[in-house]
Nanobody, 122 residues
């Protein structure tokens, strides 16, 4: 079955940058939608950014000025470049995917990764 594996999280100082990666494993032909959500302590999970296989993107207004989502379709991988990080960005960041085609079969999903922790602190 499809699995999503995140990497790139860690501890960073305010104003610093990180690039998160998410790779989808398995024999995959295409993924319709792939992106990132986050969940801060005591908060609900919220959208950060998503993109379609055609290149359309959608960002949360609260963070769109500081992040950029991109992907490598050949590698079934999506990235999140995060700049000018603030303590309020501290959260577990989850990779998300919908609409996966594998071995000629379409799977609607959704699929979720296990998450990667981003901690912004001095």
């Amino acid at each position: 079955q499809v699995q999503l594996v995140e990497s790139g999280g860690g501890l960073v100082q305010p104003g610093g940058s990180l690039r998160l990666s998410c790779a989808a494993s398995g024999t995959i032909s295409s993924i319709n939608v792939m992106g990132w959500y986050r969940q801060a302590p005591g908060q609900e999970r919220e959208l950060v950014a998503v993109m379609t296989r055609t290149g359309s993107t959608n960002y949360a207004d609260s963070i769109k000025d500081r992040v950029t989502i991109s992907g490598d379709t050949a590698k079934n991988t999506v990235y999140l470049q995060m700049n000018s990080l603030k303590p309020e960005d501290t959260a577990v960041y989850y990779c998300h995917a919908n609409g996966v085609t594998s071995m000629g079969v379409f799977y609607a999903g959704p699929y979720w990764g296990k998450g990667t922790l981003v901690s912004v602190s001095s």
